[in-house]
């Protein structure tokens, strides 16, 4: 149980901008890449890795540049390392997760959203009475999930897990923590987290074509794809939700990048696609600030 919480919060990312596809044709690349560029230093190298968090079995083997890179790089570097779960704060998440006394789900959301949510958990098979207490933020995950699952998308099959579970040797990294992640998601405000669990709703039965899309897009180191799907459908009314789970992180974590790549080591380093594409994007600024970079 306490893995599978874990899970939920490190895979927030990739449920998020599932809430934001809209349907764009699959496209193929011409030049056939990965989502797996190659950053270099005078001293050190980083390979830097888009990962899709719930993946299929089918998924694999991956492309041989993807494992190639990571038999070269003797340290691991994650978001936050999920099969160590005795680090996890999970009282810390449930009561962040549930509304204590006679507070409820009804009270912190609009009559169109809880309305829309009754139908849609009723359609599932589970019944409001089972939820109300439960905060937005944790509905919203646990419907995503859900939907992916029954699609065949597993977070055991996940790229993180995938090279966590063949790191041996290697010294193993966290950017960030599932604290941390566990912390992030669970501060939005009340307003943040209904326009999260509502996007989530709208957009539940579309999931199937868009990731085929996005899985397309990955395969194939598709950056463009890749940036309209998770870009065209941003707006202004999300934009709290945008600072918070990409562009605040992605600052930081160039930052730790910026860090290995002083060192003298070779590094792996798996993060969620969408930091890596975009203006803000964590490829965008490495380039910014001069480092050579190779897209594989």
Do not use: C
Not at 52 to 58: G, L, R, S, T
Not at 80 to 93: M, P, T, Y
Not at 245 to 258: A, D, H, K, L, W
């Amino acid at each position: 149980m306490k893995k599978f919480i874990n899970r939920y919060l490190h895979t927030v990312l990739i449920i998020f901008f599932l809430n934001l596809f809209i349907h764009i044709p699959d496209a193929i690349s011409q030049d056939k890449k990965n989502f797996l560029w190659e950053i270099k230093s005078d001293t050190a190298t980083v390979y830097l890795l888009g990962s899709v968090h719930f993946m299929k079995k089918d998924a694999y083997p991956l492309d041989n540049k993807i494992e190639d890179a990571f038999k070269k790089s003797s340290i691991l570097v994650v978001e936050a390392n999920i099969n160590d779960a005795a680090k996890a704060d999970v009282q810390r998440l449930m009561a962040n997760a549930y509304y204590r006394g006679d507070d409820t789900l009804d009270k912190h959301i609009s009559r169109d959203t809880y309305e829309l949510l009754k139908r849609e958990t009723e359609r599932i098979g589970i019944p409001i009475q089972m939820i109300n207490k439960q905060k937005p933020w944790i509905i919203a995950l646990t419907l995503s999930s859900l939907e992916l699952m029954k699609l065949g998308f597993m977070p055991n099959d996940g790229i993180d897990i995938h090279f966590l579970s063949r790191a041996e040797n290697k010294k193993i990294v966290e950017l960030e923590g599932v604290n941390y992640q566990m912390r992030l998601i669970s501060s939005f405000s009340d307003y943040e987290q209904e326009l999260f669990l509502l996007y989530t709703l709208k957009d539940l039965k579309t999931t199937r074509e868009d990731m085929n899309t996005l899985m397309s897009a990955w395969r194939n180191g598709d950056v463009k794809t890749m940036e309209a799907i998770i870009y065209k459908g941003n707006n202004m009314q999300l934009y709290p939700i945008y600072e918070k789970m990409i562009y605040e992180r992605n600052s930081r974590m160039t930052s730790q990048i910026e860090q290995f790549l002083k060192t003298n080591e070779t590094y792996f380093v798996v993060i969620g696609a969408a930091h890596l594409i975009g203006d803000s994007g964590i490829i965008n600024a490495l380039k910014g600030k001069g480092y050579s970079i190779k897209q594989h």
